[in-house]
């Protein structure tokens, strides 16, 4: 039986394939059996088994062809004519594997070329906030084929007609690329018609060191026992007392937040409340002395006791404070956030109020008013005047008067 021929391989995988069918037919003799057959073969393993070179050397190969033919039998005076086919074979597929690895990297090189209009594009569309119009976008496709195209013949000297693999490939990035694109356009955010400037309320707080735990509702109230236990379960949950009816004395703490949108931002000028306000609430206190706690200090405070008031430097309350707005304001850029707090006081009226922001983009001032969100914004004053839960004296001014007990419910104190 003659020997495995080497004709016909143009890959490793089709060397190593026809090397273990030589190997094969030579009886798969030991290492030690070919590297006295062949002393040049010192490694017989980098040829056969599982720890074989991917691309051995031609003078491996052609040392392993040798063993085998002379393990099998055949005279070392024939070696010569097999010896060369099997050089030969061995040169074509060094020839095919060089003319792959050319072709894989004009390929990429082309394709690289293709992609780069298309990613200096989408850099450029996300740089101007999606702002490229769709005008450009075809001369990027456009583009994006013609530097396939150059770059093919410079590394080819050759036009794309004459290779019907980079033309398909070139002709996928071209189409895939576009199709991506238009769905990048799609995909664009709308940036929206409305005020270049959105606020809202984030929340309302309490200030504990001055209000105490202290609540005062409109109305006469007569409180249940399981009022009381009702009113107890709540004392630190202020959002539920609001809902109740509950009106905050003396101050109202609020966090609102800004957002411009417009694209070359907006800067906050003013701020003021317009404020509807008559005589301190008289219908029911519920009281207690204030404790000890931890002080939030707002950035803005609100006179309530003087008409539709304006921002002020945050002082005690009481105190007259410089004009906010007078010597600063707020610049906010597109999609830019900012919390603000703010805090609302009387010591003289009752009022409910609105938060209004005056904001310019440059040209003639606007205003917008604070979105409640749900929240209720509204704040009155003792009725003796008092600046605090602590100071409170004269509590005779109130159809109902209830303080907390020592089991946390409100107890009726009977009146003079």
């Known amino acids: 039986m003659p020997p495995p ?34 002393p040049e073969l010192r490694a017989p393993w980098q040829l056969f088994g599982d720890k074989r070179l991917a691309t051995p050397s031609c003078e491996t190969v052609l040392s392993g062809v040798r063993a085998c033919l002379l393990a099998g039998g055949m005279a070392a005076a024939d070696l010569d004519k097999p010896v060369e086919a099997w050089t030969d074979a061995y040169q074509q597929i060094q020839r095919s594997d060089a003319t792959s690895r050319h072709t894989a ?35 990027v496709v456009v583009a994006s084929g013609l530097s396939a195209l150059l770059a093919h013949h410079l590394l080819t000297r050759q036009w794309m007609r ?90 109202l703490p609020i966090s609102i937040m800004l957002v411009g949108t417009a694209r070359n931002g907006v800067t906050v000028t003013d701020m003021w409340l ?30 309530l006791d003087r008409p539709n008031p304006h921002a002020q430097a945050y002082g005690p309350i009481g105190a007259s404070g410089t004009d906010y707005f007078r010597d600063t304001s707020i ?5 830019e956030q900012q919390v603000v707090s703010i805090e609302a006081r009387t010591l003289r009226s009752s009022c409910a109020f609105d938060i209004v922001v005056v904001y310019s983009t440059g040209g003639t001032p606007k205003s917008l008013t604070v979105d409640r969100a749900g929240f209720t914004l509204a704040v009155t004053a003792y009725a003796d005047g008092s600046i605090s839960s602590a100071t409170l004296r004269d509590t005779n001014a109130y159809a109902s008067y209830y303080v907390y007990s020592d089991t946390g419910e409100p107890r009726l104190i009977p009146r003079h």
């Open 105 to 139: 990297s004009v390929t990429a090189q082309i394709v690289a070329a293709a992609f780069a209009p298309i990613a200096t594009a989408v850099l450029v569309n996300l740089a101007t906030e999606y702002e490229t119009n769709s005008f450009i976008w075809a001369l």
């Open 331 to 335: 610049f906010l850029a597109h999609n």
């Open 162 to 251: 004459r290779s019907r693999l980079i033309t398909g490939a070139v002709a996928a990035v071209v189409l895939v690329g576009g199709a991506g694109l238009i769905e990048l356009r799609r995909s664009e955010p709308i940036v929206p018609d409305g005020p270049p400037l959105t606020a809202h309320v984030l929340g309302v707080g309490r200030e504990s060191s001055l209000q105490g735990s202290d609540w005062v509702f409109a109305d006469k109230l007569r409180f249940t026992a399981a009022q009381s236990r009702e009113i107890a379960s709540l004392e630190d949950d202020d959002l539920a007392m609001r809902r109740r009816g509950a009106i905050d004395p003396l101050l």
């Open 274 to 303: 317009k404020s509807r306000c008559s005589r301190p609430l008289t219908g029911t206190l519920l009281h207690r002395q204030p404790g000890a706690g931890p002080r939030d200090t707002p950035r803005l405070a609100f006179d």
């Open 5 to 38: 021929s080497p004709q016909g391989m143009h890959r490793w995988q089709d060397l190593h394939d026809r090397l273990d069918e030589l190997y094969t037919w030579a009886g798969r003799p030991k290492p030690s059996i070919l590297r006295v057959l062949v």
